[in-house]
């Protein structure tokens, strides 16, 4: 199983709502990422796990939440999310946190927000 | 703090035409570069990478690229394009005191006419 699976495909969400973004591998992969991806735009990092700890925060927003539960599960909490947050949301995985080692991507889940 | 360029933002060409996308990175030490690609619909995935070694790498597909260490370039290329290379393309590069941190070049929109 080579793939990183995230869901939902699609989330629509207001304002005032809390939902949650899930990513899942299970290649053993333990560097695990979350990029924000606008239309037309280049992926943005925004987090980064190494062995389930927190060791990026690209000063993201504290309406945006990551939690790493395991080695295999990689979640993003959205509260008070604004429109301008709509875009595409990226989870990749690499197998460690090296810097010669390629992310493989999931498919994303696109998130608008009314 | 590394920071990546794409000269073109939209090029369109024939099929079996040669492409050239260039890629120049700013930072001075030990870099680790990559070409992503991502088709229509379809998640990013890696056309090659680069670390050590021959400076000349060849991916899938039939793509090449070139790491010019004195032009801090990573330049991409295909002799000979086919309608299925209809994708973006994203230069992207880890430098190695920025850990695990990939940055993403602002992409290139290929089209490619039959």
């Known amino acids: 199983d080579t793939e990183v699976t995230q869901t939902p495909k699609h989330l629509v969400m207001g304002m005032t709502n809390k939902k949650s973004l899930k990513c899942e591998q299970h290649?053993?992969?333990?560097?695990m990422y979350w990029y924000k991806q606008k239309a037309k735009k280049p992926p943005e990092l925004m987090f980064v796990y190494s062995y389930e700890k927190l060791s990026i925060n690209e000063s993201v927003p504290s309406r945006f939440s990551p939690e790493c539960p395991n080695s295999s599960l990689l979640n993003l909490h959205l509260h008070a999310l604004q429109p301008e947050d709509s875009a595409l949301y990226l989870c990749?995985?690499?197998?460690?946190?090296?810097?010669?080692?390629?992310?493989?991507f999931g498919s994303g889940t696109q998130l608008s927000v009314l | 703090a590394q920071s990546v360029s794409q000269h073109n933002h939209h090029v369109i060409l024939s099929e079996a035409a040669s492409l050239e996308l260039g890629c120049n990175y700013s930072y001075g030490g030990t870099v680790n570069l990559f070409w992503y690609v991502q088709y229509p619909g379809q998640h990013l995935q890696l056309l090659l990478k680069y670390f050590s070694g021959d400076p000349l790498v060849k991916g899938i597909k039939g793509f090449e690229a070139e790491f010019i260490k004195s032009k801090f370039s990573f330049n991409l290329r295909k002799p000979s394009v086919q309608w299925s290379d209809t994708a973006e393309y994203f230069c992207a590069v880890n430098a190695g005191a920025a850990g695990n941190k990939l940055t993403f070049g602002g992409g290139t929109r290929v089209l490619v006419k039959p």
């Open positions: 990749a995985t690499r197998a460690y946190p090296s810097t010669n080692e390629k992310l493989f």
């Open positions: 290649m053993g992969h333990r560097a």
